[in-house]
């Protein structure tokens, strides 16, 4: 397919993970793609395997400095933005509530929600002004639920719902969608992070696995972002859409 030819995208946290697997199907697809982290090395071989249409943009997420807005380098450069998806995100040091540091709260709120509100501000506002785009946000399976000793990272993942809901309700009569994805657990430097936290913690073999006992490739939620950022979905803003396989059904079957 090449729903995405003549097309440009800017993705937040594209070094790696779903970022990554993301760009190289926007790519594949016919999309130029803006590709944005604070790993400069990460984007590096990023961009030696993706080729010529990722264009590497060392960036903080969460600094509003004009060399930080990727935006703006996006349209100066390519003349237009079709396409954002802000997937940047920490876990976050793990603890209860009580005990979090605040400076460790902070710091998550500043990647997960403020680096959000700047990506959706700046985004939201070309694309009105163009008269189209799709934004799409990363969120979690946290951000639907809470999670003990997650505190700040799930109160980050239910901020990002709140922005995208209030996004594309001013962005609808602009012809611009925004909606946010709900990872569960998939194989991603975030997942293999918080398993080895459990395992500390809890002395539990690998647990929490959805419905389908496994974890997803990043390509499998790279393939709903693009759903959604193409005219397929043309009708779909200010929806939550899981791709968490039956995670949030409940707990697993047992005959």
């Given at each position: 397919?090449?729903?995405?030819?003549?097309?440009?995208?800017?993705?937040?946290g594209?070094?790696n993970g779903?970022?990554?697997?993301?760009?190289a199907?926007l790519?594949d697809?016919?999309?130029?793609?803006?590709?944005?982290?604070?790993?400069?090395?990460?984007?590096?071989?990023?961009?030696?395997?993706l080729?010529?249409r990722?264009?590497?943009?060392p960036?903080d997420?969460?600094?509003a400095a004009?060399e930080h807005?990727?935006?703006s380098?996006c349209i100066?450069?390519?003349?237009?933005?079709d396409?954002?998806?802000?997937?940047?995100?920490?876990l976050?040091?793990?603890?209860p509530i009580h005990?979090?540091?605040l400076e460790?709260?902070?710091r998550?709120?500043a990647?997960?929600?403020?680096?959000v509100?700047l990506?959706?501000?700046?985004?939201?506002g070309?694309?009105?002004?163009?008269g189209?785009?799709?934004?799409?946000?990363?969120?979690s399976t946290g951000?639907?639920?809470?999670?003990g000793?997650?505190?700040p990272?799930v109160?980050?993942?239910?901020?990002?719902?709140g922005?995208?809901k209030?996004?594309?309700?001013?962005g609808g009569?602009?012809?611009?969608r925004?909606?946010t994805i709900?990872?569960?657990?998939?194989?991603?430097?975030?997942?293999s992070?918080?398993?080895?936290?459990?395992?500390i913690?809890t002395?539990?073999e690998?647990?929490?696995?959805?419905?389908?006992?496994?974890v997803?490739d990043?390509?499998?939620?790279?393939?709903v972002?693009?759903?959604?950022?193409?005219?397929?979905a043309?009708f779909?803003t200010?929806?939550s859409?899981?791709?968490?396989?039956?995670?949030?059904a409940?707990?697993p079957y047992?005959a």
């Amino acid at each position: 397919m090449d729903r995405f030819t003549g097309r440009v995208a800017v993705i937040t946290g594209a070094g790696n993970g779903i970022g990554r697997a993301t760009a190289a199907r926007l790519i594949d697809e016919g999309a130029t793609v803006v590709g944005v982290d604070i790993d400069e090395a990460a984007l590096g071989d990023a961009a030696d395997a993706l080729g010529e249409r990722f264009e590497p943009f060392p960036a903080d997420v969460a600094d509003a400095a004009p060399e930080h807005d990727y935006v703006s380098y996006c349209i100066a450069r390519h003349g237009s933005l079709d396409i954002a998806f802000l997937n940047a995100g920490v876990l976050g040091a793990t603890g209860p509530i009580h005990d979090y540091s605040l400076e460790e709260f902070d710091r998550v709120m500043a990647i997960n929600v403020r680096g959000v509100w700047l990506g959706t501000s700046r985004a939201l506002g070309a694309m009105r002004e163009r008269g189209a785009g799709v934004i799409t946000i990363t969120s979690s399976t946290g951000g639907l639920r809470g999670s003990g000793g997650l505190g700040p990272y799930v109160a980050s993942k239910h901020a990002v719902v709140g922005i995208m809901k209030s996004a594309a309700i001013e962005g609808g009569p602009f012809g611009v969608r925004v909606n946010t994805i709900h990872p569960g657990p998939t194989n991603t430097q975030v997942w293999s992070a918080a398993e080895e936290t459990k395992r500390i913690e809890t002395g539990a073999e690998r647990s929490g696995l959805p419905q389908l006992y496994r974890v997803a490739d990043p390509s499998e939620v790279a393939s709903v972002v693009a759903f959604l950022s193409s005219d397929e979905a043309g009708f779909c803003t200010g929806g939550s859409f899981p791709v968490d396989g039956g995670l949030l059904a409940g707990p697993p079957y047992s005959a």
